[in-house]
């Protein structure tokens, strides 16, 4: 998709987050039980289900955002390009019909999108209510190779996931990153 935001640059970076909060309800609305993790990958259980991608680029006609998302629909076991995803078929029993799903999952879209452009809603609060990486134990691989072990308390007004680390430091909030979601065995 193509999109071409009205809002200050600083809202760009909620985008992806938009993306995945729209892309997760559309599956709730639709029967499974998605969450979101931080920022934009889509979870059923602790398996990756969605992807999502979200470009800047300039454009004649000004700033654009192109907007790409990956959703495993009917893929198989044995398809599964890592253990830690799966599909629709296989969290449901049956893939949905896709023409339906991809319609709502549109519509959830453009009705997030739209109140976001409009200002209206509390994108944060909704965003925050989906996320299953606020409140766990984390470990973000950060861009300059260092790592960032501690306790998501939350998104700062930036989108930035907030972290509690575990030395007892200050919280820093984290704008790019690959989060691990850390179960007590691997602690």
């Given at each position: ?41 889509v ?8 992807g ?5 680029v300039?454009t004649p ?9 990956g ?30 799903l ?6 959830r ?13 509390d994108?944060r609060a ?27 308390t939350g ?5 930035r ?14 704008g ?12």
């Open positions: 998709m193509l999109l071409r935001p009205r809002v200050l640059p600083a809202q760009w970076p909620w985008l992806p987050l938009l993306t995945g909060y729209a892309v997760g309800s559309a599956l709730r609305e639709a029967g499974f039980d998605a969450g979101v993790k931080w920022p934009n990958d979870l059923i259980g602790d398996l990756k289900v969605a999502i991608l979200v470009e800047r300039d006609a000004g700033p654009a955002a192109v907007l790409g998302v959703l495993n629909v009917s893929t198989t076991d044995a398809e599964l390009p890592v253990p830690t995803a799966t599909s629709l078929a296989l969290a449901g029993g049956a893939g949905p019909d896709r023409t339906t991809l319609l709502s999952l549109l519509a879209l453009r009705t997030e999108y739209d109140a976001w452009q409009r200002g209206a809603g994108l909704a965003y925050t209510s989906a996320c299953v990486t606020i409140g766990r134990d984390v470990r973000v691989e950060l861009p300059s190779g260092g790592t960032l072990t501690g306790r998501a998104l700062d007004e930036g989108g996931l907030t972290v509690r680390p575990q030395d007892g430091s200050a919280e820093t909030a984290v790019a990153g690959d989060v691990v979601h850390v179960r007590l065995a691997e602690q």
